[in-house]
Every structure is written in structure tokens, then in C-alpha cells.
């Protein structure tokens, strides 16, 4: 970053952009109070820490936030984005408050609202938004994770009663890790394997009472809890079996797949995977979500790690002097100012993905269904990045405060034991990373999420023509610049130079890839095989297609920040994020002659470099994550108390 | 690895090529009976565990093993190689333990051991040895962890009463996450700067009782409960602080340094830091130790890991044939089989680390100073490379197994949670590496450890002539090596390219890290801050020294394999280990030509090969580990419950 801005970077400035479209609700969010727990919650029983969570799920509850993304028709604001930020935001401060929030609100409020009509909003939504009613999403089951089209649990039609059977067939269908089961829990969201007299229709949806008002299990119900937990033990999972459980035929979420009395099928889709798919693609929400939260809970971890390392110092630079300041040793920078750029480009990619989600949902009738597609991809990517990011951070900031980031009392053990999870839940990240690259082999082609790998391999080998790579925000941007691309300084720091390497891996790694499977299946290999053989090359394409898009994101947030000295240092962050990533695959880049071996070192010199030019502004980059003081809990973390 | 052995791989053999030298003691620790914990200790609140692990305590001193690294004198067996082993064995089952037990008999005893004098082993170990007197080893302060030299607890001669009076002059002197401070610590071994009225002498360690018999505090004596930690939670850590507390004179462990009750100061070492230094190293134990009790914990995570792959099964391969079992994909492989040969690798380097102390400390008198600083370097470089790779397997191995791996009752959090700390204790790992750099920058000579960054910097500016590859174990072997070099798929699997690319790799960056500073010196920038610029090279150098040598023990315990089938199986698993260091560092491989682009690709092949030549040996090559089945506690590792 060259000195010469009108005007330093100036951190409410920062923080309005990185709040973004939702500032608001960010900004209400910041107002909510919540119950000081007491003892804290590492010191909790699993049974005090559940209620505890209980009580301040109330309190989030009494701030009308969460309730802003259902129908306005049931007291809400139609207000997808809003309605995701609000829970994203909790990752700051609960990080079990905000799964328990996210299950209740989220996934199983949000299946109501997006699988269920208008009978099932009015009856439940109102008790659901004010909590009288708490629920569960019974999806996974204990042999069934990933493959969840695989379900075994059963729903058939008994035309006598005119009502469904939901039944646990196999012991590996039995519903596992579900939230709200073990405790508070009284409806569940039930997927299962419908059946009519006519046949078999796929997994559908239905809602069954688990519990009475009292609190014990219904007939049939069998519920179980999963007890203690690496983390997240505020939320009370447990596991549920149905032992030929009875419920009307109007408990079918009906919005996708219709039983009527007479026991005849209808849906508004004729094909049974499209129909999955398209069910399945409501849980987006829950994805981005997640991917929010995960970066609130990194944000913390960055503040608590930089704010040490800004105070405390560690070995004499020379004999007698004041010991040195561990954020001014290189390594220390290193370990540090990269994932700290790195949180503020996901930021920009997770602000413009709510834009998205809310955009599309918010139009009248069933939204584009390849904007949907391509939606989901992008929330499969970013949920997979920013959660691998957060624990990777998180860790290197325990790592970075030594002994005093093992201790309880220093929260870092906390986020990192509840984010683990995040990796795998909502979707596996590596199963999620190998959709985004289906998504790019298919072109989201309107059969690319129903593809298994045999089909994903013959639609390659019959239609695949070459990569898209399909700008989304900063393309005007980037087509202004114009770079001779002569001087090595001047080029790692060129905006267009980057995307372009970005751009090329990716467009590479798509077409290569499609070559890779084209020649397995023309080589007469199996094509289960072929799609196996190639699943590293498929995962790191999906990879590039994300560091490209987030790139993009960061970019055009630059491009429209009006305030010059802020967007000056936004841009040195850029450089850092952008450079960062580079250098880490620069193996790959070297390969395939995308950079000479002396641009390559210059990559790696260049990092050192923008790690030191940003080190006078990190706390001004801390301050701009808009987190309120009173939230920071960790004493090494508070202005008073470093030594 | 080609199907011509005439025999297969022997899983005994296997597992008694793994034990190595110590495979008796091993042996007699997989004997010893553990009270069960009930519940389970992830559900104890943790004064109950503390209490729980006290009484296993009590069960492994009787076992006799971790008292044979005393003095046959005391009632031990001399056998500093046992000692170690014992405890490194406990972290298959108990971390918390493993850490009460390094506190106590390796940190405690260890140093009343090495840095006391007679009279001082005839006093306190047979009383330490068997647990009647409980200790502490109290060097950290809240304001020095890494910089122990600079520690501010005072030990002022007083010769009116011929007594020490310790004392802590200012809040960052006090001592702090001291293991067995909290509860069961009777005696401390305090370090402290020694002042007698001729001056001051530097730090020192002295026995300074903290708790009386009834379990208070001793006059003066301020204990404070460090509380909840992220893991680890059996062992009592606190901080003490000491208000003018007097103690005896001969309450000074003065092996090298001794104050006489007129108050002269002697030492047989004159100068101050080398005497600083000399008593440091008798800490290699504790790294050493730490290092193997983080393999042993990463071996249980791959085994819970490794048996989920091989038994779960999720998406069908073609439509309606039996699901995929998880270790037949290959990004499953890839998450675990370089890991898994890692482990090996590293387990190896362990063995002969263990040999080299016991040979070292065995002999009689001093030993060797170039040879014991050799191996002060190689214990800190495999201490921080065997505990960054523990983290970073038990975190694969939670993700591997998905949502079942978050549940504290599959043990992989508890792994997870125990080891995070061993990446910053007994050592930061950062810190470590550097001292590995700076050992190879000045060839281990006599100055190298108590050189700060300036002398480092001048040091090197006027001595470095070049790089020094000293190879270990493997010279003769390699260096019968004959190879064209000519076909890149039989180059990348000849032990002696492998093992040459990564001393080349040692040696460039060796070399050039020495030609950075020199530059730096010539160009007149200040020295510190040539130190600082060059840290990331440094710790690039140091990584690389450990990589080679721990390649350099795998290829001789293969050498000496002389079960053709076992040394095949062992020979791919060294060949994994090799390509994915060469893998993950191609990038520099490629911008020093060492690596052509098609060569470099060729390497990223032949791990996928390698991950699929390895697969039908997993379960041979976990069961190698030698960990009996009644340790394995995770259901999900149970043969007999796997879904």
C-alpha cells in the first residue's frame, strides 16, 4: 500500500462495508441482550448448558429478528437475507444458541415454510416464529448422511384411516444427531420414503408430533440422546425411531409431492430426483447460515489473537531493549494477517450469496430454476471454504496465544470445539466441494444435481464443450483494467492479473478434468471409476471456482467503496488474499506455466511484504468486524488486562 | 508396490518393527490395568477427574515402568529410553494421565535428577518415584513462556540464615499453568534468577515446598486454580506466586552452579547463558516424550478413523449394487493414507531419537556437547512436527467419520482437545523450528543455542561456509543407491532420489538462508531485522532438516527389515511418506528446478497410486500399531458395530 491516500482508512467506514446490504438487522442485532451465563458455559453440565440456551433462545426470540425471514402473512417481513444475518450474527456471541436457532428457525421452521402450503403455514408458523411450538429437521439417519436420497425411514399411505404410517424399518434408519430431539423438541420434520398404493415416490416430508406437552415421548416415538458432544453442547441432539407411528394425511408437506384422499400421487415435478432436488434445495438457507456464522466465530478468534499479539511482547530485539511486540515477527504475521484477509473476502462473498438467496426467493412463483442451481452451488462452495477457514484459524489463533489459548477462560477452546462440526454437518464439505464441481462439468445443466457419478461421467463425455466461467460481479471492473503485465512488482499487484490467474486455473482445471473423463470413458475404463480417479482433480477445481468467485466479490466491493483511504487499505487486503492464494497452489501454477519460476518466489516475497504494510492497520481491520466490546469475553482479549 | 513377495506382510512383524528398541517395555505397558472411569471422563466435572486420574496415577507407578529412567541408585533401572516410552505409551489411553505423569516423573523427578546433586537424588526420588511426594516443575510466567531466560521470580542468598528467599517482585513473574499446581503438588522445582551478594547468576532451579501436608498453601505461597482448559482437564494446572519465602541453601539443585554458606557462587560452567542452556537441555526428555505420546494419540485416531473407512459404505456405485465402502474413494484415501504413513515415518524418527538420548545419557561423565545439542535440535524438530501432525490427523480422522466423530463418546475430541496444547507447550512449536534453523546455520556449534538473533546474524555473517548434510542412519544404504534417473515413474519410487531430493531441498535452503543474511548484513541493515525478514526461510530450513531426517530412519529400519514381505509393505509406505512431502512442497521443487513440470505432476500421480496400492493393507497396517482391543473404547471403532 503506497502512502500517498488523501485520507487514512477509517474504521466505521470499514465496518459499514463489511455490514453490508443487512447493516440493519446487523445493527439491531447488536442490540439484543442476552442472559449473562453463569457459571460460564465450559463449566456447565450438559443438562444446566441445554436450559441455559433455552432461556436465551427466548431472548432472541423477543427481538423479532430470526422471524423476519417467514411470510408477512404470519407476522414475518419476507425478509430472506434479513432472516439469516440475524442467525449468522449469533455466531459471535453462542455459538450453540446459534445452531439451536438455526434449527428451530432455520431448518425446521424453514421446511414448514418452503416444503409445506399455505394450511401448514397458518396452522404452524406463528407457534414456530414464537417458539410455543419447538421442532426438529429429522433428516439424517445413522446409515444415511451424505446419500440422504437413501433414507430408509418409511411413510405409506393407509387409505382405511386416510393417514400415513411413518415407520424405522432397519436399524440404520433411525434419525441421528437431530436437534431439539433429546430435550425440547414436541414436532419433527420427518423425511422419509413415501409410499402409496400406487408405489414409491421418493423422500418427502411430513410432520410428526415426538413429544406431548408434557414433555414424553409419543406412541411409537422412541427418542435418545447423543449426550455429550465435542462442542455444541447447549444443543440437545438425540436420535429418533418410529415404531409404526399414525399421522393424518395432511402432516405430508405438500408444496412438492400431493397424497390425496383417494390415495392418488400428484406433483407439480414429474421426476422423482428432480422432486429430491428441488427439496433439497431449500435447505440453502441453512448452508449460508452455517457459512455466516463460521465467520463470526473466526472474526472473534481474529480479535482475541490479534489484539494479544499486539500487546504482548516476547524476546529483546537487542541487549536491554524493550522486548519485541509479537505482531512486528514476521512468522507471527504470517500465521496471522492471511487468514485475517482471507475473513474479510469471504465477508464480501457471504454478503453478496444473502443477496442472492434473497433476491431470487423474494420474486413471485417458483424461482429460475437455473439461478436456483447455480445458488446452491455457490452456498455448497462458500459453507465448505469459510468453515475449513474457520478452523484453521481459529487454531492458529489458539496457537498464537500459547498457554493462554488452551484455557477455557480465553473462549478460543469454545469456538473451536463448536465450529468443528460445521465441516460436516449441513452437508459434508468435501461432498459439498465435489457438487460445485459437478455444477461447473455440467454447466448447471437442469440435470446436474440428480447426476450420480456414472451419469455425471456419460453427460461429460456426450455434451461437455469447454468450461464457462461466468462472472458475477466485478466483470466491468476487471474488463477496465488494462496491464502491459511486464514488471513482476507491478503485476502481483495488478487486480486484473490476479483474476486472470484465478480465471485460468479454473477454466484449466474444468477442462482438463472433462478431458480426464472423456479419455477414461474412451479408454474403455468403468465410469464409476473414471468419476473415482479423478475426484482430487474434481475437488480442486471446485476449489478454484470458489477462490475465483470470492475474489470477485472483494473486488467489486473495492470498486463501489467511496471512501479513498478505505478502499486503499480494502485493496491491500485484497492483494494479500488474492496473493496468499496463489503462492499456496503456486505448485500448480508453476506446472502449467501460469507463473515462471522467479514471478513464483516473487509471490512469496510479496506476501511477507503486504503482511508487513498491513501490520500498522490491524487493529483498525479488527475494529472493522463491528464487534461490540461488551461481547468480548476473553481477559486476554480486553484493552485492560495483556501482559 | 509390485504382488511379487513371496510372503505377505506379517502384522506381528509389523508391530514388533514398529515397537523398535524399547518393544519389551512397550510390551509391560500394555499391561498394566487402569481403573475404569465411570462415567466416562468427557462427563466428569473436573475435580472428579482430577481425582480420577490421581488414582491411575497410583496404578502406572506401580506398574514399576516410568521409575526405570532413574538411577539403579534410587531403585530404577538407568534406562533413560524406558522411562520415556512408558509414558509416551500412556497417551494411547489417558492424556491427562500421560501429563500427570510427565510432570511428575519426567519434568519433576527429571530435573531433580539432572540439574541436583546427590544428596538431592537421596532425599527426594525414591519418594517422587513412588508418589508419595507429588511435584511441580514451575518455569512458565504469565509474562515469559518463550523466553524462559529471561523468567522474573528472584532467589536471593540471604547469609544471615543461610537461606534462599524466593519471591515473585512483579505480576508477570508469577508462574503460571504449572501441572499439579492446583491440587496435588506438594514441592516445586522453581526456576529463578539467582542473586548472591557477589551478583546475579542467571536462572536456577531450586525445591521450594508449596503445600504443607494437610494440602494449604505454605506461608507465603500464593496458589491460584488455572481452572477449565480446552483438554487436559485431569491434570491440575495452576499459577503460584511466592511473597519472600525463604527455604534452605541446600534447597538449590546445584549440579551446575552451587552457593556456599559464605555465599560464593560456583559453577563448572563459566559462562552464564552456556550454563543457561546446558540446564535447558536436560528438558529434551519432555519434548521427546511429548512427541511420542502425540503419536501414540494419532495412531488411536487412525484406527478409529482407518475402521469406520473400511466398514462404512454410503452412495451406490451403479444403480441398486451395494453402496461404496468410504476408504474405496479417493478422496478418502487421500484425507488418510499419507497420514497413516506419516505415523510410520515419524514413529521411526522416535525410535531412533530415543536410542540416541539413551546411548548419549547413558555413557558416563558429560556428555558430548556438539552430540547433545545435535539432539536438542532433532527433539525439538520431531517434538513440533510429530505434534503439528497429531493435530492435523485426529482432525481428518473427525471428519472422516463425520457427525460420529463429534460425539465425545467416539474419542476423538477428546484426542483433539488433549494434544491441542502440545503445539505450544514444553516448547513453542514455532519457536522450536527456529532452533532447528539456527542449529543448522551454525553447524551445532558450542554457541549456537544461547545465540540471540543478533549473534545469530553475526555469527553467520562471519562463519558460514556452507550447508552441512550430516546423514544419521541411512548413508550406507543410500549411498549404495545406483540410479539413471532416466524413467520418472521408476526415478520417483528409488529410495535415492527421494532421499536426495530432500537434502538438496536442506541444503538450497540452508545455503541460501545463510546468503539472505549476509546480504542483509552487507547491506547495512540492522540485525534483527535481517533475522526477522529471514524467519520464514528459517523456518522452511528447519522443517526441511526434519523431513530428511525422518526419511533417513524410515529407510534404515526398512533396510533392516528381514521379512521380505514386511520391508515391501513398509518400502510403499516409505514410498507415500516421501511423495507426499515431495507433493506438498512442490511448489518449491519446481522454482529451484529440482522438479520439471512433468515430473512434478507425475508425483501428484503416483500418491494417488500409492493411496490405492496401500488400501488392502489398512487394516494390517493399523493393526501394526499394536494397540490391544480393550483400549479402542470408541463404539464406532468396535468390530462388531459398525454401520
Redesign the interface.
Known amino acids: 500500500m503506497t502512502d500517498d491516500a488523501a485520507e487514512p482508512a477509517d474504521k466505521e467506514i470499514l465496518r459499514r462495508t463489511l455490514d453490508g446490504r443487512w447493516y440493519d438487522v446487523r445493527e439491531r442485532s447488536r442490540k439484543i441482550e442476552l442472559n449473562a451465563y453463569a457459571p460460564p458455559a ?2 456447565m ?2 443438562e444446566t448448558h441445554r436450559a441455559a440456551v433455552l432461556e436465551r433462545l427466548a431472548q432472541v426470540s423477543a427481538s423479532g429478528l430470526p422471524q423476519v425471514g417467514f411470510p408477512a402473512a404470519q407476522g414475518g417481513a419476507d425478509d430472506t437475507g434479513g432472516g439469516m444475518i440475524a442467525i449468522e450474527m449469533l455466531g459471535f456471541r453462542d455459538l450453540s444458541l446459534m445452531v439451536k436457532s438455526g434449527v428451530q428457525w432455520g431448518l425446521f421452521g424453514g421446511a414448514i415454510q418452503s416444503l409445506g402450503t399455505a394450511a401448514h403455514h397458518e396452522q404452524y408458523l406463528p407457534s414456530v416464529m414464537n417458539l410455543d411450538l419447538l421442532g426438529c429437521f429429522a433428516m ?1 439417519e ?6 440422504v436420497q ?1 433414507i430408509q425411514t418409511t411413510a405409506s399411505y393407509v387409505a382405511e384411516t386416510d393417514e400415513f404410517e411413518i415407520h424405522t424399518p432397519v ?2 434408519a433411525r434419525k ?2 437431530i436437534g431439539n430431539a433429546a430435550r425440547d423438541g414436541r414436532l419433527a420434520v420427518v423425511f422419509a420414503q413415501l409410499h402409496t398404493p400406487a408405489g414409491e415416490h421418493g423422500v418427502h416430508a411430513l410432520l410428526v408430533p415426538i413429544r406431548d406437552e408434557s414433555g414424553e415421548p409419543m406412541r411409537g416415538v422412541t427418542l435418545q440422546d ?6 455444541l453442547n447447549g444443543v440437545d441432539n438425540g436420535r429418533i425411531s418410529f415404531d409404526h407411528v399414525r399421522v393424518p394425511r395432511t402432516a405430508l408437506l405438500d408444496r412438492y409431492g400431493h397424497v390425496d384422499s383417494d390415495g392418488s400421487y400428484t406433483s407439480p415435478i414429474d421426476n422423482a430426483n428432480r422432486r429430491f432436488f428441488t427439496m433439497l434445495g431449500t435447505l440453502v438457507r441453512g448452508r449460508i447460515s452455517v457459512s455466516g456464522a463460521a465467520q463470526s466465530a473466526t472474526k472473534m478468534a481474529l480479535l482475541i489473537a490479534g489484539r494479544r499479539g499486539l500487546a504482548r511482547r ?6 536491554g531493549g524493550e ?1 519485541v511486540i509479537l505482531l ?4 507471527y504475521q ?2 496471522l494477517l492471511p487468514l485475517l484477509a482471507t475473513s474479510y473476502a469471504l465477508n464480501f462473498a457471504q454478503d453478496e450469496l444473502c443477496g442472492r438467496i434473497h433476491d431470487l426467493w423474494s420474486g413471485e412463483g417458483t424461482p429460475d430454476g437455473r439461478a436456483q442451481r447455480e445458488l446452491e452451488s455457490r452456498a455448497a462452495g462458500l459453507k465448505s471454504t469459510a468453515t475449513w477457514h474457520a ?1 484453521a484459524t481459529i ?1 492458529a489463533s ?2 498464537a496465544c ?2 493462554a ?5 480465553n473462549v ?2 469454545q469456538l ?2 463448536d465450529t ?2 460445521f ?3 449441513e452437508g ?3 461432498v459439498l466441494l ?1 457438487l460445485v464441481g459437478k455444477g461447473l462439468l455440467t454447466n448447471y445443466s437442469e440435470e446436474f444435481e440428480d447426476l ?3 451419469d455425471t461421467v456419460r453427460f461429460v463425455a456426450d455434451q461437455f464443450v469447454g468450461a464457462v466461467i461466468e462472472r458475477t460481479a466485478a466483470r466491468s471492473i476487471i474488463e477496465s483494467f488494462k496491464s502491459v503485465f511486464s514488471d513482476t512488482d507491478a503485476v502481483l499487484r495488478d487486480r486484473a492479473w490476479q483474476v486472470m490467474m484465478l480465471e485460468e486455473r479454473e477454466k484449466h482445471l474444468v477442462d482438463t478434468l472433462a478431458a480426464r473423463i472423456k479419455k477414461g470413458i474412451g479408454d474403455g475404463t468403468e465410469p ?1 471409476e473414471v468419476f ?2 479423478a ?2 482433480h474434481l ?1 480442486h477445481a471446485g476449489r478454484a471456482h470458489v477462490d475465483r468467485t470470492v475474489l470477485e466479490s472483494f473486488v467489486d466491493v473495492i470498486e463501489k467503496c467511496e471512501h479513498a483511504g478505505t478502499a486503499q487499505l480494502l485493496g491491500t487486503v485484497c492483494d494479500l488474499y488474492a496473493l496468499s492464494l496463489i ?1 499456496a497452489d ?2 500448480w501454477f ?4 501460469r507463473l515462471t ?1 522467479t514471478r ?2 516473487a509471490v ?1 516475497s510479496a506476501v ?1 511484504d503486504l503482511c508487513r504494510e498491513l501490520r500498522p492497520h490491524v487493529a483498525t481491520l479488527i475494529d472493522g468486524f463491528g464487534i461490540p466490546e461488551e461481547w468480548v469475553e476473553a481477559p486476554i482479549a480486553k484493552p485492560d488486562s495483556i ?1
Open positions: 465450559y463449566e453440565d450438559t439424517t445413522s446409515g444415511h448422511g451424505s446419500d437413501k436399524p440404520s441421528e444427531y447423543c449426550g455429550r458432544k465435542e462442542g516476547q524476546f529483546e530485539r537487542a541487549g522486548e512486528d515477527y514476521q512468522a504470517r500465521r478452523l487454531q489458539r496457537e500459547g498457554g489459548g488452551f484455557m477455557a477462560e478460543l477452546p473451536r470445539a468443528d462440526v465441516a460436516t454437518f459434508d464439505n468435501t465435489q450420480n457419478a456414472i464409476a473415482n480417479l475426484q482430487s475437488l503462492e503456486r505448485g508453476l506446472e502449467h506455466n519460476d513464483a518466489k512469496a511477507d501482559s
